[in-house]
C-alpha cells in the first residue's frame, strides 16, 4: 500500500513539473497587436505601421501582401 501511495505522489509531482514547464509562446500577430497597444504614437500606412515609444525607440512592422507579418524591425534612439 506504502508503493501505491509514494507511485501516486511521484506521478503528480512529475505531471505538475512538466504542466508549468511548458512554454506558451505568443504569435507574431498577437506581438504586433501589444506592441500597437502599448505604443506612445502609431503610424499606420497601407502596409507598414510605425510605432514611436516615449522612450525614444521606433518599431517598424511591414505586412505582405496577403496581410500576414513579414518583418519587425526595432530602432533604439
Known amino acids: 500500500m506504502k508503493k ?3 507511485l501516486t ?4 509531482a512529475l505531471s505538475s513539473a512538466l ?3 511548458r512554454d506558451e509562446e505568443q504569435t507574431q500577430d ?3 497587436q501589444e506592441m500597437i497597444d502599448n505604443g506612445d504614437e502609431v503610424k499606420i500606412k497601407e ?3 510605425k510605432i514611436e515609444n ?3 525607440s521606433e518599431t ?3 505586412y505582405d501582401e ?3 507579418v513579414e518583418k519587425i524591425k526595432t530602432d533604439d534612439n
Open 60 to 62: 517598424k512592422i511591414k
Open 9 to 12: 505522489l511521484l506521478c503528480l
Open 54 to 56: 516615449a522612450d525614444g
Open 30 to 32: 498577437e506581438k504586433v
Open 19 to 21: 504542466i508549468s514547464c
Open 47 to 49: 502596409d507598414k505601421v
Open 66 to 68: 496577403a496581410g500576414n
Open 4 to 6: 501505491y501511495f509514494q
